[in-house]
């Protein structure tokens, strides 16, 4: 069983246009994890929390690791539940938490994850991300309409890959989309 089944943006990454007003999204990508009829929850895939390391996290839970764990950055996952932790992955890890996205990627919100990571035997590629981005039922299909995001294919580069800062204008290249030629307003045609 996935998160959803139904949604038709679960698995792929809205890319944030420069007109979107909301400081929380400004040049982000967002990882598309449930999309019903209810609403949407997804998971900001550019963004840090530079002033709280995974290892702080793994002190404050009591895990000490075996593994060098202190490159693992904590991520800004959105605005909703700030404390609450995710750990985006790759689908080759798997515990009672987790929660298949697709084929390829799976949620988890478990502190096992945490220990398998800190043990060297969590998944291939991880994001550890803190909140997550959430819209009520219909409003983030009225942020389509209204042009403040673009769909994009994710892959594991865009998802986990290290370098932040290039990631929305890798997702805007991959699309065909030169940033140069984009304008800080919308409209409609």
């Known amino acids: ?5 139904s ?16 400081s929380n999204f400004h ?6 994890c449930a999309h019903t009829a209810e609403g949407a929850m997804g998971l900001v895939v550019n963004r840090t929390i530079d002033q709280l390391s995974f290892d702080d996290i793994l002190e404050q839970m009591g895990i000490t690791p075996s593994v060098r764990t202190d490159q693992i950055r904590v991520h800004f996952g959105g605005p909703v539940e700030a404390a609450r932790g995710f750990v985006l992955h790759t689908a080759d890890y798997r515990d009672d938490g987790t929660l298949p996205v697709d084929t390829n990627i799976s949620l988890t919100a478990t502190a096992e994850v945490l220990k398998d990571i800190a043990a060297g035997q969590g998944p291939r590629h991880s994001l550890m991300v803190l909140g997550y981005a959430g819209w009520g039922s219909g409003q983030l299909d009225s942020e389509l309409k209204d042009n403040a995001w673009l769909i994009c294919q994710p892959d594991e580069d865009l998802l986990f890959g290290d370098d932040n800062d290039s990631k929305w204008g890798l997702a805007m290249t991959r699309m065909g989309i030169d940033t140069g030629r984009l304008i800080d307003t919308a409209g409609h045609a």
């Open 1 to 5: 069983m996935t998160l959803s089944t």
């Open 7 to 22: 949604g038709y943006l679960v698995g792929k990454c809205l890319v944030a246009m420069p007109a979107l007003a909301d």
């Open 27 to 32: 040049r982000t990508v967002v990882y598309v």
